[in-house]
């Protein structure tokens, strides 16, 4: 009776041409640091990130296919000492198509813009003792800026959904730990974030969003080259959206995947990708599904 009530709403609202509707895979949606280049330098490079999603998976009128690519600016740098500032400006291209009609509609513009800023609670680079076990331990928060547009008509132009477009139109925050343990050439990294949405000039409010990893990698050096295979998990929970106070039961979920990755480095520069594949979900009510995600960067060292 649910999914049949929110068709005749979708369809009231909607013209033939146009899928409106909140199931859809999101670009706002939580992504983990991954290994960091080297802790103690700044650097400065370009990420980019890509996800896709099925979505309306038990209804053949409705079905489409959801892509999100963001191309991403981030720094870090030292403002204070054993505090870090990363800020990441991001630039999206959306994209979702229709199954029935092949129809698709794209998306893109700068997205938000965030900051995060650590505090360095135990590093064992800054000393010269010698440690068997080097450590790592960033505590701190930060803030999101809505930037990227958050507009969506249902005249046909644009796709007419909450998760769909380029920023969440809300100023967000976020809480973050990471951790790296190191012994000689291996080591464990875990990522724990916890983002605190607040309510955009629309009324919506996306939910709240826990997610963490844990990383485990291997370093291996060749003169100037270093090479850090890495595997581990990622997994992340939301609540339901809300729209003018009220849950949207067709938002939120549980997922969780497995994830590969490589870490290079080069003198000053750094590369690496992760690709992940889901081991766990139910997204949606089992009606959205995350197909696969990867990342890659470059980095300067400095």
């Not at 330098?41 to 079905?63: A, I, M, P």
């Not at 650590?118 to 809505?146: C, E, M, R, V």
């Not at 939120?252 to 003198?267: D, F, L, R, V």
Request: charged content about 15%.
């Amino acid at each position: 009776m649910k999914k049949i009530l929110f068709l005749l709403m979708l369809l009231g609202l909607t013209s033939p041409e146009v899928s409106a509707c909140d199931i859809c895979g999101c670009g706002n949606g939580g992504s983990f640091f991954g290994i960091l280049p080297q802790s103690h330098l700044r650097f400065g490079g370009v990420r980019y990130r890509t996800k896709n999603f099925d979505s309306h998976l038990n209804s053949e009128f409705l079905r489409t296919k959801e892509n999100f690519q963001t191309a991403e600016l981030w720094t870090r740098f030292y403002p204070l000492k054993r505090t870090q500032l990363m800020v990441f400006v991001p630039y999206s291209v959306n994209a979702q198509t229709i199954m029935r009609t092949s129809e698709t509609i794209r998306i893109h513009g700068l997205g938000d813009m965030s900051a995060l800023m650590h505090y360095s609670i135990l590093n064992t680079f800054y000393d010269t003792t010698a440690h068997q076990l080097d450590q790592i331990w960033l505590l701190g928060g930060g803030i999101k800026l809505p930037t990227g547009k958050y507009k969506f008509d249902e005249n046909g132009s644009e796709v007419a959904n909450a998760n769909f477009q380029l920023g969440s139109g809300s100023t967000d925050f976020m809480i973050n730990s990471i951790y790296t343990l190191r012994k000689s050439s291996y080591g464990i990294n875990m990522d724990v974030t916890y983002k605190i949405n607040t309510t955009n000039r629309n009324d919506y409010r996306f939910a709240n969003r826990l997610n963490g990893s844990l990383s485990f990698f291997y370093t291996r050096y060749f003169g100037s080259l270093t090479l850090m295979p890495n595997a581990g998990f990622y997994a992340e929970h939301a609540g339901y959206d809300q729209k003018n106070g009220t849950d949207n039961t067709f938002t939120g979920g549980t997922m969780a995947t497995g994830n590969i990755g490589m870490e290079t480095y080069y003198k000053k520069f750094s590369a690496g990708f992760v690709y992940q594949l889901p081991v766990y979900q139910n997204l949606s009510d089992g009606d959205l599904k995350l197909k696969n995600s990867f990342s890659v960067h470059i980095t300067r060292l400095f």
